[in-house]
């Protein structure tokens, strides 16, 4: 599990599951060039106890944020996974998150 700042990086694929342990700030790094448009699809549960995730760019870029995004991005299950879709096409300068919500059965 994730307990600490941790890089998301792009080429690691364009699914990514983090199971958090902790509170933390997940970081986007790795982005392709800029006119490229890159996508990350994130899986996120905790550990059991709700466990707030927040989002940093590397770079300093900014992050824009979907109107269903939540106030607070708490993620209480470790079994129903909180989906979000993370994009950019500028290298990663504008990061966009789009909140898909919980998946469950």
């Known amino acids: 599990g994730v307990n600490s700042q941790t890089d998301i990086n792009f080429t690691n694929g364009h699914f990514q599951s983090v199971t958090v342990t902790a509170d933390v700030t997940l970081r986007f790094a790795l982005w ?28 300093g870029g900014s992050i824009k944020y979907s109107a269903d995004y939540p106030t ?14 993370v994009f950019t096409v500028d290298g990663g300068a504008v990061v966009y998150i789009d909140y898909l919500g919980p998946f469950t059965p």
């Open 32 to 59: 392709p060039a800029t006119l490229k448009y890159g996508k990350i699809r994130m899986s996120l549960t905790s550990d059991g106890p709700s466990r707030r995730v927040t989002w940093t760019t590397e770079a």
């Open 72 to 85: 607070n991005l708490d993620i209480a299950s470790s079994s129903n996974p909180v989906m979000v879709d």
